[in-house]
Each structure stands twice: as structure tokens, then as C-alpha cells.
């Protein structure tokens, strides 16, 4: 059996390459996609098991990603774990109205990972 794959999108080399690393250490295989225009694409071509997003992004709207990826018959089911700076509760808000599961500030998701992730994949 294989390792679970999780998609990995974010711009920002950090915290993007720390958070590669910590899912790789918790047993995770990761595919990252750092161009946002590219990301409904990769979601569809790898069928990961879970989708940790980081919300700031230069060119895309990542609520509406994560909208687009929650009205699709093939990627609803895909758990999003969304974060952004701690201080940017409008953007936390868009992305818990466009259905990601959890959105967590983004020193929190180094802290807490694992934790983070387990409560991801928990069945509702």
C-alpha cells in the first residue's frame, strides 16, 4: 500500500517548504503546486487525499479554488486545511464559506500538524 498523498499549494517558500517537510516527516507523501492557476488541474490529475492551502496568493483567488474544488462531483470529498497570516480574518472567513474543513493561523500549522491532520481525515 502506498503512502497518502497530500496537495500542497502555497507561494511563500516559508512556510511552504517547512510544511513540505513536516507531512513528508508524519509518514505523507506531498505534491506541491505553487502556481495558482495550475491547482484545480493537479487536484484532479493526483486525487490526493487531503488539500493543505495556504490562502495568500498574488495571482489566484484561493477561496474560489477551494469553492470550485468543493462544487466538483470529483473533489468534494477532499478535506481542505486552509491557513493565512493570524490577523487576516477576512480571508479565514472566505475560506471556511467556500467549505474548507479547517483553517488554521499560519504559525499554528507548523505547531500543530499533526494534530491539524488528523482531525482532517477524521470521518464527519
Do not use: C, W
Request: no cysteine; net charge negative; aromatic share 4%.
Amino acid at each position: 500500500m502506498s503512502t497518502p498523498l497530500v496537495l500542497l499549494f502555497y507561494e511563500k517558500l516559508i512556510p511552504g517548504s517547512q510544511i513540505v517537510n513536516r507531512l513528508q516527516d508524519l509518514g505523507y507523501r506531498v505534491s506541491s503546486v505553487t502556481q495558482s492557476d495550475k491547482l484545480i488541474d493537479e487536484v484532479r490529475k493526483h486525487h490526493p487525499m487531503a488539500l493543505v492551502m495556504d490562502l495568500h496568493s498574488k495571482t489566484g483567488d484561493i477561496p474560489l479554488s477551494i469553492q470550485t474544488l468543493k462544487e466538483d462531483l470529483e473533489t468534494q470529498h477532499i478535506p481542505v486545511l486552509a491557513f493565512a497570516e493570524v490577523n487576516n480574518e477576512d480571508l479565514h472567513e472566505k475560506a471556511r464559506l467556500a467549505g474548507a474543513k479547517l483553517i488554521a493561523g499560519e504559525e499554528a500549522v507548523l505547531d500543530q500538524l499533526p494534530h491539524l491532520m488528523e482531525h482532517l481525515l477524521e470521518v464527519d
